[in-house]
């Protein structure tokens, strides 16, 4: 008789499962597993764990990137909405949302059901988006949230309206990226903060020579962060608005 045939049925089944968890590819982008992450921390049992099953690529780096800024600019003082463009089923939304003082409000500009240059499958709407942000944000006041259906072409802010936070995750051609960074950067708080992602992603190469542009025309804007994240291609690079004065201005 063989070692094999000689192990009883039930043991078998569990050492199967063993290896089955063991050489199971797990995807980095979504994963809370404690090999990829460790033991779970607050943020990952009480935000991540909440979104991580919603369409998206915002990852568990994404989360604690944002957890960082966010949590910062309260400690510091720094007041204002939040702003982002292209929000799908709503995971960043989500994290942004928890970190809204009761006089800030979140503005989100996605295209939900409009046709996009960029095709997208399982399109959400208002509701699903909604729905998602309320997993980690159960006593959002609606007045918190504004919600703004329509291309960022289209896009129409309040001539005063100053945010601390921006993310941009909309369409990702060269034209439309530098459009958004173009349409913000006059309602960026004097060390708000920035947020563009897919930097030097492979099947997006317009967003980077947009950024790298935008840098170039503006500089009272500087790079505070170019982050790699897990299991992602591209990268999300974090710019600020500083007082330093022009070279045309000394």
Same mark, same amino acid.
């Given at each position: 008789?063989?070692i094999k ?28 597993? *404690?090999?990829?992450?460790? &033991? $779970? ?7 991540? =764990?909440?979104? /991580? ?92 949230i504004v ?6 072409? *289209?896009?129409?802010?309040? &001539? $005063? ?7 941009? =995750?909309?369409? /990702? ?35 980077t020579p ?41």
């Amino acid at each position: 008789m063989t070692i094999k045939r000689s192990i009883p049925g039930p043991i078998k089944r569990r050492i199967r499962a063993v290896m089955d968890r063991i050489s199971r590819k797990r995807d980095l982008r979504t994963s809370t597993d *404690e090999r990829d992450i460790g &033991p $779970k921390g607050p943020l990952i049992a009480d935000v991540y =764990d909440l979104i /991580h099953t919603v369409p998206g690529a915002f990852n568990v780096d994404d989360t604690s990137h944002f957890h960082l800024i966010l949590s910062m600019q309260t400690h510091l003082g720094l007041e204002g909405d939040l702003l982002e463009i292209g929000s799908y089923h709503g995971r960043s939304s989500a994290v942004m949302a928890r970190y809204l003082h009761p006089s800030e409000r979140l503005h989100i500009c996605d295209a939900f059901q409009i046709e996009t240059d960029d095709r997208y499958e399982n399109k959400p709407t208002v509701a699903d988006l909604m729905a998602n942000i309320r997993r980690v944000n159960r006593n959002l006041q609606e007045q918190n949230i504004v919600i703004h259906e329509c291309l960022s072409n *289209e896009l129409e802010l309040e &001539p $005063k309206q100053a945010f601390r936070f921006i993310h941009i =995750d909309g369409g /990702h051609s060269e034209e439309q990226t530098l459009f958004d960074l173009n349409l913000v950067k006059g309602h960026l708080c004097n060390k708000g903060i920035v947020a563009v992602d897919d930097y030097h992603h492979p099947e997006w190469p317009g967003v980077t020579p947009a950024i790298d542009r935008f840098l170039a025309e503006n500089d009272d804007y500087r790079v505070i962060a170019d982050l790699n994240r897990h299991g992602a291609k591209g990268r999300k690079i974090y710019i600020t608005k500083t007082d330093r004065i022009r070279k045309d201005d000394r």
